[in-house]
C-alpha cells in the first residue's frame, strides 16, 4: 500500500476462518520477540499497542515493507549464514511454548491430509486407488521414522522456511511470513535449503549445520526425518489447495492444480518418496 510522503507499507488480510485471532496474535508475539532481539524478521506494526486490526468484518495486520532479492544457497557462504539466523530463532523458540498454535505431525500433515483428499472427490476411480495405496504405506514409513525418534524436541519455529519467504538484504537473511508458525523439531526451518543430488546435499548440510551450531546445538538424530518431513509437505500442500478451491482466487492462482496431469505426477512423487525414505539418511562427516 502506498503511503503519500513516505515508505510503502504491506497490509495483511488474513482469510476467514483460517485461523483464531489467538493463534495470529499468538504469531505477532513471536516475530515482535525476535525482531525486538534484533533478529531479522518481518514483524506486525503496532497501534495503540495492538497488531491485529478489525476493519469492516475484516482482520488486518501492517507491516514495514521489506525489500531484498532471492537466497543465492549456491554461494557456501550464504548457507553459513542461513544456519546461523535460523539457529537465532530457534533459540529464542525454545525459550517458551506456544498456547494455540498448531503443532507439526503426521496426524495434522499426513493422516488427516489424505483423509480429506479421499473423500473429496477430486481423484477419478484409478488414481483414488493408487493414491489410497501408496499413501497409506507412505504414511506407515513417516510413522515409523517419528517413533524411533528419542526425545524429539519440540519448539516453535518458521515452520514455512523455504527460499520464496526469506530476502536477501546487506548480506543478512530477513524471514517474512510466519503465517504458518508452529512447534516442530529444528530440521523443518532447514531441509527445505537443501537440493540436488546426495553429495551436494551433504555439502550444503555441512555449510548450514557450521552456521547453525554458533547459536544452537544442532541434533544430528532429526536428520532421519527430511524425506519424512517432504512426504508431509507434499500431502499437506495438495490438501490445502483443494480445501481452498472453491475460493474463487485458487483456481486463477493455481491453473495447473486439479487436472488429470496434476493427480498422475503427485502419485508419482509421492512412489519416489516411498522409495527414498528407504535410502541412508544424510550424515554429518
Known sequence: MGIEGGDSLIVKFYRPGRWSDAQIREEHAFTSELRDLDIPVGAPIAFEGETLISFHGFRVAVFERLAGRAVNLENPDNLVSMGRFVARIHAVGARRDFDVRESLSVERLGRQSREYLLASGFLDADLRRAYETVTADLLAK???????????????????????NVLWRDDTPHFVDFDDTMRGPAIQDLWMMLSGDRDQ????????????????????????????????????????????????????????FNTPRYWSEHVQELRE???????????LL
Open 201 to 256: 546435499q551433504q555439502g550444503q548440510l555441512l555449510e548450514l549445520v557450521e552456521g547453525y551450531n554458533e547459536f544452537y546445538d544442532f541434533r544430528p538424530a532429526e536428520l532421519a526425518l527430511i524425506e519424512s518431513l517432504r512426504s508431509l509437505r507434499l500431502l499437506h500442500y495438495s490438501a490445502w489447495l483443494a480445501r481452498r478451491w472453491s475460493d474463487p482466487a485458487f483456481p486463477l492462482s493455481f491453473p495447473w
Open 273 to 283: 518418496q516411498l522409495s527414498v525414505l528407504d535410502e541412508p539418511v544424510l550424515k
Open 142 to 164: 513417516i510413522e515409523d521414522r517419528f517413533a524411533a525418534q528419542d526425545n524429539l524436541q519440540m519448539l516453535r519455529l518458521h515452520g514455512d522456511c523455504h527460499m520464496g
